[in-house]
């Protein structure tokens, strides 16, 4: 069945620190893929995304490029801020139109 | 442009209580999913709506969970009995049909403890 596997956090950084969180999918048909952000206390936020292959999204700093002979979709920032602080989640939207949600990584910035 | 809402923001009920969950999608977006988290798992997809149809409810646990959408607009989602393995975090979702119908933009979730 489709799935997607993420690193497990959480990751404490310091500011200004080069962050990436893998992760790896397996989905049926040709999914898009998304990054999704939930900071403290509220609800999930679409970060990024891409549709096809070697498509880069980008917001915030962040960046994700679509790999599909690999099938991931790893996330980077050059520099994290202690504003960065939240839980993100990988997450493919999938042939079966429905998104189907990695384990979410838990990000620590620390000053 | 209101976002996703859900009401109530929590929710304590004892087992064996009804509980309804309420989900307001942004207004005109036809594609409304219900998502939820249970402690330490992954979020799991539970249903998808397109206006008053159910596309695929498939991710319902079990037949103790109800979900409607009368009339296209929001959309209900009831528990009835709740046991204790039900607690956790329901999200809804919606997308607008057409070219961008998988990006979904969440609530902020209605957290459920059943006691």
């Known amino acids: 069945g489709d799935s997607v596997t993420q690193m497990e956090g959480p990751v404490t950084l310091s500011e200004e620190a080069f962050l990436t969180i893998n992760c790896t999918y397996t989905a049926t048909g040709y999914p898009s893929l998304f990054w999704y952000v939930q900071y403290p206390g509220e609800g999930l936020q679409l970060l990024l995304k891409a549709t096809k292959a070697d498509d880069k999204g980008s917001n915030k700093g962040f960046e994700a490029t679509y790999r599909k002979e690999t099938t991931s979709f790893h996330l980077e920032k050059g520099s994290v801020q202690v504003s960065d602080s939240a839980v993100y989640f990988c997450a493919p939207y999938t042939g079966g139109f429905k998104t189907i949600f990695g384990a979410g990584t838990r990000l620590f910035v620390k000053a | 442009e209101a976002g996703v809402t859900q009401f109530p923001s929590h929710s304590v009920i004892e087992k064996g209580q009804t509980v309804t969950l309420r989900c307001d999608p942004i207004s005109g977006h036809d594609n409304l999913y219900w998502y939820r988290r249970v402690m330490g798992k992954e979020i799991k997809f539970l249903l998808h709506f397109v206006k008053e149809s159910k596309q695929d409810e498939s991710g319902m646990p079990n037949n103790r969970f109800l979900a409607e959408r009368t009339g296209g607009t929001y959309s209900t989602l009831k528990v009835q009995p709740a046991e204790l393995e039900d607690s956790g975090v329901y999200f809804c979702?919606?997308?607008?049909?057409?070219?961008?119908?998988?990006?979904?933009?969440f609530g902020p979730g209605t957290r459920l403890t059943v006691l």
């Open positions: 979702a919606s997308s607008p049909l057409g070219v961008n119908y998988n990006e979904q933009f």
